[in-house]
């Protein structure tokens, strides 16, 4: 089902056709959703979104780098505003319900509750975050973080897109005035909630409905090049070799094993590896491989790359080989409200929803609001954990469970 | 040093010049040669060759394939043929030594010989095969090959180059004719002897100058396919992972360990990994990685392969993956004959010239003899065990040490 006139969707209130409302606006024949950055399917979105949520009777405006922002005003004019939604930009050919299900999400649940409940004594605003991914230029996280003031637009001066475009100049090009005075920064947040899609396999594997996320990993990234001697593979002896190959294969083998007995929620990657010469006759003199390390807590982290670092040491000691490991990438773990967690799992509990608290080990908006604002992330089960594809998919039932339970934490919160 | 002129190479007569000289036609400026064959620097190099075996009193002649011979002639008619020398192409950019020194050194000898003690009984024959390398065309040893009638013209009827021109129109532009009956098999020949430089590190490493080959091994290369998942390197725990690269790792890993347990003489490489999709925060869902495994002995090869198989299926049972293992390249070992390895050690224990026995683990035009009449084959040390390679070298002393040898091998089998 593709619904692509505007007009039709204020009968839209399923959350699984709103879903597909939405990623309708930059969706391929294959199924795949490119909504990159300011591209003409990304303001499309934006603006389908403005009339939707209008007509939820919700005002609307736009802050200087293009986040869109829905707004049911709140009785108590002294509170301080509920946030809930999360980003619009896709990566390149990506799923249908990455970042959309958690805006319509809390379109669908702000106008369930004005609805049944009329206005709330907290302001809430649904937010349609302008980017994530940073799948068009080389920063993410830039509508979050222009909001809590992490980045300003000068930030965005020197990030280039692969055609030579900079964030500022693509971002005129949709009408965000690049030389905009006025600062992004919101001081009268109270809290942000994003519903999201796991990503993972966790909650199918445990046959849970709904994620409710304690932290948000850290990262180090590092590149490891081992430095070997190329030679015959015929008459070069196994005793005379300095193959980069088999002592590379050994620190994986390593690193893997050590990640499985150090800890359930910490997890190591070696996803690329490149080989010199790379012939099938030739002992490769030089491997270059990655690891991307990820827990919730920094000593875990800190403590798994010593041991991978001393380990590296000992076999270039042993031998006799030079053994880099640069890090490229470090981005520390995130902690998610205590308190607003402890809602959400009493609410899930009381009305009877499966659920289960996990650690999100992708990066989300909730991980920049979570240093700034009170936070909670919430998951729903992604089938076979596939996302960043045209295959992602949440079953229906899955997805009216995270809407039932963000309607009822929003009533919570802001009644 | 380089040599340009044809008429100076009457005087020159040290092996270190000639080799230079020789390897002079084709030579490129960062001192790589290429001499791939049927080219104009093949040709010439040959033609050159054949200029001075002339002016050393050698009878001239080229096989059908282009296969040159100098022969001297033996006082005893009724005896078959001693055949001493290596092949004239190269690799790209390829080595000064590979080849040439055993033409060169061939040519010094029989002319050191004739000069001291006159005709020999048996006839000899210096001989510059046309091809070993397969550089050009995808087939190799096509030129001793064609000798013991392993190859017939007929079989270089689809063997193209990379600018689809076939191995005997190639051969035509040089001057041979492609739809010649002539056979080229000789039954004339009692043994062949090929002086060769190692192209591996044994020698260096044990100080000896001079390598009696016993075998030249055979190889076995499989491409190992290990089938996993890919999924998000964040948000899939390490006991849900059917990580295709952490798997490979551990084969690998078995791989060299196994290897180096079986036998001295056995080598196994991985050369060549390529994963699938080979980025930094994805598991690879698929690596594909080559094996060349290589021994003296058929039973040990079988043995070992056997074994490998064995350890993939236990893997793919254990995981719950698919791994392919299939086997794309077999050749046999060849026997050296035990006599004339027998006499090359007396005389080089008699010369007191430091030696060992040993196994080749690349392939040469030997083994193609080896099946054909009795053949020896020698090594003299080669620096790093670089080959293929501008850096490619042997020094002079080694050089020399091998003509002494072959010299007085073949003083001992031709007078």
């Given at each position: 089902m ?26 391929s ?68 319900f ?46 979050s ?14 990030k ?21 005075s ?17 990503q ?7 046959g ?10 850290g ?18 002896p ?5 193959d ?6 050994q620190?994986?083998s ?9 800890d359930?929620?910490?997890?190591a ?17 030089e ?48 902690t998610?409200d ?20 996990l ?22 089960p ?14 229906k ?19």
């Open positions: 593709v619904i692509k006139s505007r007009e039709t969707t204020e009968q839209l209130n399923d959350i699984d056709t709103l879903v597909k409302w939405l990623a309708s606006f930059g969706q024949s294959n199924g795949g959703v490119n909504r990159l950055l300011y591209s003409n399917d990304w303001l499309k979105a934006q603006e389908a979104l403005k009339t939707r949520m209008e007509n939820d009777g919700l005002n609307t405006r736009y802050d200087g780098v293009g986040n869109l922002f829905g707004r049911l005003e709140g009785t108590d004019k002294n509170e301080k505003t509920i946030l809930t939604g999360s980003h619009i930009d896709t990566v390149i050919d990506g799923g249908m990455d970042g959309v299900y958690g805006i319509v999400a809390s379109l669908l649940a702000t106008n369930r509750l004005y609805k049944k409940y009329g206005a709330p004594k907290k302001p809430i605003e649904v937010v349609s975050l302008c980017e994530e991914e940073g799948s068009r230029f080389p920063i993410t996280f830039w509508g973080s222009n909001i809590i003031g992490k980045y300003k637009l000068d930030d965005g001066l020197n280039k897109d692969t055609d030579g475009i900079s964030i500022l100049d693509a971002m005129e090009t949709v009408g965000f005035d690049k030389n905009a006025t600062s992004n920064i919101r001081d009268d947040i109270s809290s942000f909630i994003e519903l999201h899609v796991e993972g396999v966790v909650l199918e594997k445990t849970n409905s709904l994620g409710i996320v304690t932290h948000i990993v990262q180090r990234r590092f590149n490891i090049k081992v430095i070997g001697e190329s030679n015959h593979a015929g008459t070069t196994m005793s005379y070799r300095k980069a190959m088999s002592i590379s294969a620190i994986i390593y690193i893997a094993d050590k990640a499985k007995a150090t359930p929620d910490l997890v990657t070696v996803g690329k590896l490149n080989a010199k010469p790379n012939v099938p006759n030739v002992i490769a003199g491997v270059l491989f990655t690891l991307d390390v990820r827990h919730y807590q920094d000593s875990v982290l800190d403590n798994f790359c010593n041991d991978i670092s001393h380990y590296l040491k000992f076999i270039s000691d042993e031998q006799e080989i030079d053994i880099h490991m640069d890090k490229w990438m470090s981005v520390e773990p995130v998610m205590a308190q607003l967690t402890e809602t959400a799992k009493k609410i899930a509990k009381e009305k009877e929803l499966s659920h289960q608290v650690v999100s080990g992708a990066g989300h908006d909730a991980q920049v609001f979570g240093s700034f604002c009170p936070t909670v992330l919430l998951f729903v992604s089938v076979n954990g596939i996302s960043h594809s045209p295959k992602e998919f949440t079953k039932e899955d997805l009216q469970t995270g809407v039932e339970l963000l309607t009822a934490l929003l009533y919570e919160l802001a009644y």
